[in-house]
């Protein structure tokens, strides 16, 4: 019903960037925040960074300053652009939306996740 197609991963030195988009589609009545979350190897899922409808963002201490999270509304769209990667950067990154569904739930949705991988 709802799905989340990410975008822009890849293979990056240290230093680089990259730029991370995630579309939702599927019967959706509002969206309450998207955001990006990321998993590496042995190591819990951390939220990176996410944002509301309104515009608020937060970001985890480590990418303050380096990632900007915004999105595009009327495409239900969220972007992270990544500036000065590091290797400690590496990871799965998720995307993840709360959303209204048509019950007037609100609901949790998960991208498939996209590799993200820096080399220094």
């Known amino acids: 019903q709802v799905q989340l197609v990410e975008s822009g991963g890849g293979s990056v030195q240290a230093g680089g960037s990259l730029r991370l988009s995630c579309a939702a589609s599927?019967?959706?009545?509002?969206?309450?925040?998207m955001g990006w979350y990321r998993q590496a190897p042995g190591k819990q899922r951390e939220l990176v960074a996410r944002i509301t409808s309104g515009g608020s963002s937060n970001y985890m201490d480590s990418v303050k300053g380096r990632f900007t999270i915004s999105r595009d509304n009327a495409k239900n769209t969220v972007y992270l652009q990544m500036d000065s990667l590091k290797a400690e950067d590496t990871a799965v990154y998720y995307c993840?939306?709360?959303?209204?569904?048509?019950?007037?739930?609100?609901?949790?949705?998960w991208g498939q996740g996209t590799q993200v991988t820096v080399s220094s």
């Open positions: 993840n939306a709360a959303i209204r569904d048509r019950l007037g739930r609100r609901n949790e949705y």
């Open positions: 599927g019967s959706i009545l509002s969206i309450y925040s």
